[in-house]
Structures are given as structure tokens and as C-alpha cells.
């Protein structure tokens, strides 16, 4: 009987830990709150919270290396046109500044 409470008591202990998905960005810290500061309600419950939320792994607005790369591609093809003459300095000037996101 003790046995069985001590089982039910780990479970509960650790849910955030089960219920917190693989792939969440956040996985190994949610577990350690959890493992160390779970026998705190306000751990367990904030380790909880956390494995519950959707999160982004980048900060919104914040570029991925994928898009670094985009904006490198397109200033090349700007300074191509800017050399051709298909666009002036002026023209050039206001698209970089597009592109690289200053308004």
C-alpha cells in the first residue's frame, strides 16, 4: 500500500515532465524546474505552466539564418542592378534600406 501511494505520488510529482512535448524549445529546463524545485508548489506549478505553452524557438522579428542569407542574396542582386545602370544611387539607396529592414 505505501508502495502504491509513493507511485502515485511520483506521477504526480512529475507531470509537467510527462506532459511537456520532446521538441518544445524549453524541454530540458521545464524538466530540471521540475526535478528541483517541483517539491515547491510554485515550481511544480510554474514547470507546468511552462510545458503548456506554445513557444517560438526565435524571437519574432528576429531574423533565422535562412533569411540572413536572403538579404544577402537580394543586396547582390540590387548592387548588380545599381552597376547595369538599371537603378540609380538614389533608388538603390531606398531599396538596401528596405531590405535590410532600417524604414
Known amino acids: 500500500m505505501a508502495l502504491l501511494l509513493l507511485v502515485i505520488a511520483l506521477i504526480i510529482y512529475l507531470i509537467p515532465f510527462i506532459v511537456v512535448k520532446r521538441d518544445h524549445p524549453y524541454f530540458w529546463p521545464i524538466v530540471i524546474i521540475n526535478v528541483f524545485f517541483g517539491w515547491t508548489l510554485i515550481g511544480w506549478l510554474v514547470a507546468l505552466i511552462w510545458?503548456?505553452?506554445?513557444?517560438?524557438?526565435?524571437?519574432?522579428?528576429?531574423?533565422?539564418?535562412?533569411?540572413?542569407?536572403?538579404?544577402?542574396?537580394?543586396?547582390?542582386?540590387?548592387?548588380?542592378?545599381?552597376?547595369?545602370?538599371?537603378?540609380?544611387?538614389?533608388?538603390?539607396?531606398?531599396?538596401?534600406?528596405?531590405?535590410?529592414?532600417?524604414?
Do not use: H, R, W
Request: glycine share 6%; with cysteine; charged share 30%.
Open 51 to 103: 510545458a503548456q505553452t506554445e513557444c517560438e524557438p526565435y524571437v519574432k522579428g528576429e531574423k533565422t539564418p535562412a533569411a540572413a542569407s536572403d538579404v544577402v542574396a537580394k543586396l547582390k542582386e540590387l548592387e548588380s542592378m545599381l552597376k547595369s545602370g538599371t537603378i540609380t544611387e538614389q533608388e538603390f539607396s531606398t531599396l538596401k534600406s528596405k531590405v535590410i529592414g532600417n524604414p
